[in-house]
């Protein structure tokens, strides 16, 4: 038997503006109530569909920066002139208890959490192409064409930052993404280096002994080869 780390995971996903991450994180919150989205702080202004608390939280400029002097965020960037920012708060405790946290964060949030947080999950959600992301933002109605030209020019320097990613997932069909981000996730899960201990039942021991020839064989600690390495 094989008892894995009960540390959650720490999953930070990243698209361009209009990628779709939102739509694909919130279908992972509905699969597993295990997973805790840890919502981010914003100075940008509230969209016709957010929903302050769970799209984001919502602060002015001025108190997303006196934020900043309290050492509030764990990370913050500025992206197309507005402040977004990954709070501390409950991260380590989530991880703790077993729980996976998702991080929806920029690319540049990404990079910030990457330096702190090397071993965490990092994947990317790639729209199928740059003309049906210009669509998705143009359907959006909520950006002057300014606004939307400047997400636009800045998602195309944002797709070239895919290789410092672990995973990339091309969102074409909401429910196919998800299924390669749940694939993907369970990977981690098997990953030897989330193993805390392997050992034998009851069951498994009388079959191993029935097995075993009948000569001396070397005294090896399986748990104990696994730990070294």
């Keep these: 038997m094989i008892k894995t780390k009960k540390q959650g995971l720490l999953i930070v996903i990243s698209s361009p503006s209009g990628g779709g991450k939102g739509s694909v ?7 597993d109530p295990n997973r805790w ?39 913050y960037t500025n992206y197309v002139g507005n402040y977004y920012g990954t709070p501390k708060e409950f991260i380590a405790d989530k991880l703790e208890e077993g729980r996976d946290v998702i991080l929806e964060i920029e690319i540049e949030g990404a990079s ?8 965490a999950l990092f994947i990317f959600i790639m729209p199928p192409s740059l003309k049906i992301l210009k669509e998705r933002l143009e359907k959006r ?25 672990n995973y990339v997932v091309v969102n074409d069909d909401l429910n196919l993404a998800v299924d390669k981000v749940e694939a993907i996730l369970m990977a981690e899960r098997l990953r030897v280096d989330r193993i805390e201990e392997v050992f034998l039942d009851t069951v498994e021991e009388d079959i191993h002994e029935e097995l075993l020839p009948d000569k001396e064989l ?3 600690d399986i748990k104990d080869k696994i730990k070294e390495q």
């Design 218 to 220: 070397p005294n090896i």
């Design 25 to 31: 994180i919130k279908e992972l919150l509905k699969r």
């Design 141 to 165: 109605g909520t950006d002057s064409k300014e606004k939307i030209l400047e997400r636009f020019q800045t998602a195309y320097k944002e797709i070239n930052e895919v290789s410092k990613y």
């Design 37 to 75: 989205l840890s919502v981010s702080t914003t100075s940008r202004k509230i969209r016709e569909n957010d929903i302050p608390g769970v799209t984001y939280n919502f602060v002015t400029k001025e108190e997303f920066e006196q934020k900043i002097e309290e050492g509030y965020f764990l990370e």
């Design 112 to 119: 910030n959490i990457k330096k702190l947080i090397p071993e």
